[in-house]
């Protein structure tokens, strides 16, 4: 088990630029969750995937904003054309039906 | 739709004193409710959960929290704080029924240990 990994650790992107991020799930893990977290606040939730399928989205999932799990273990993030608004920590979480979720350190993303 | 409140956003204690971190959650059916820490520059680390059984759930790093269903309530204690107890801790829910929906988190309390 060697956790949830997430690549890259920060971002420094110009406004307008694509930024893609990937997250490595707990091999055994069919469960694979995308957060936002901004600065002074809880982690909210983008969307979330079982196996290769994308579940769940919520609004806060623009039309700027693409995830995908190709075959069920790796997921990537994509958002194109960044905004200043889209400076965040993007944390990607993996888990087992019935268990608490494991959490990778994060992708802190600076769009300038 | 479900939501959660920390209610104190910031929490100083010194160093050995008992603390209680609170957390209510609003849910019209049945939860599981979690705690967990980050420190800084860091992602999440599960502290404790509850999803059955005894209401009172015992974690790591010597914390503990009560499920109580009538308040609504799943706060977080520790006896004996440590200077290294210090971060941002977070509440979180998640529906029974629906296995896998998101964790929902509240906007976390910061915990500020002193000597």
């Known amino acids: 088990d060697t956790g949830v990994s997430q690549d890259p650790r920060h971002k420094i992107t110009k406004r307008g630029q694509n930024v893609t991020f990937r997250c490595d799930p707990i091999?055994?893990?069919?469960?694979l969750y995308w957060y936002r977290q901004t600065l002074g606040q809880g982690p909210e939730f983008l969307t979330y995937?079982?196996?290769?399928?994308?579940?769940?989205k919520s609004r806060l999932l623009s039309d700027r904003f693409s995830a995908e799990r190709p075959k069920g273990s790796f997921s990537t993030l994509e958002i194109q054309r960044t905004e200043q608004g889209d400076s965040a920590m993007y944390l990607c979480?993996?888990?087992?039906?019935?268990?608490?979720?494991?959490f990778g350190s994060g992708t802190r993303l600076t769009v300038v | 739709a479900q939501s959660v409140t920390q209610l104190d956003s910031q929490v100083p204690v010194f160093e050995e004193a008992p603390v209680e971190l609170r957390c209510n959650y609003s849910?019209?059916?049945?939860?599981?409710l979690f705690w967990y820490v980050q420190y800084p520059n860091q992602g999440l680390q599960l502290l404790l959960k509850?999803?059955?059984?005894?209401?009172l759930v015992k974690g790591i790093n010597g914390f503990e929290a009560e499920f109580n269903k009538s308040q609504t309530s799943f706060h977080l204690r520790k006896p004996s704080v440590h200077i290294s107890d210090t971060a941002e801790y977070f509440c979180?829910?998640?529906?029974?029924?629906?296995?896998?929906?998101?964790?929902?988190f509240g906007k976390g309390t910061t915990l500020s240990v002193s000597s």
């Open positions: 509850y999803l059955s059984g005894s209401t």
């Open positions: 979180a829910v998640s529906d029974q029924n629906q296995a896998g929906t998101a964790l929902i």
């Open positions: 979480a993996s888990s087992l039906p019935g268990y608490g979720y494991t």
């Open positions: 995937f079982q196996n290769e399928a994308q579940l769940e």
């Open positions: 849910s019209s059916v049945s939860v599981y």
């Open positions: 091999s055994e893990h069919n469960r």
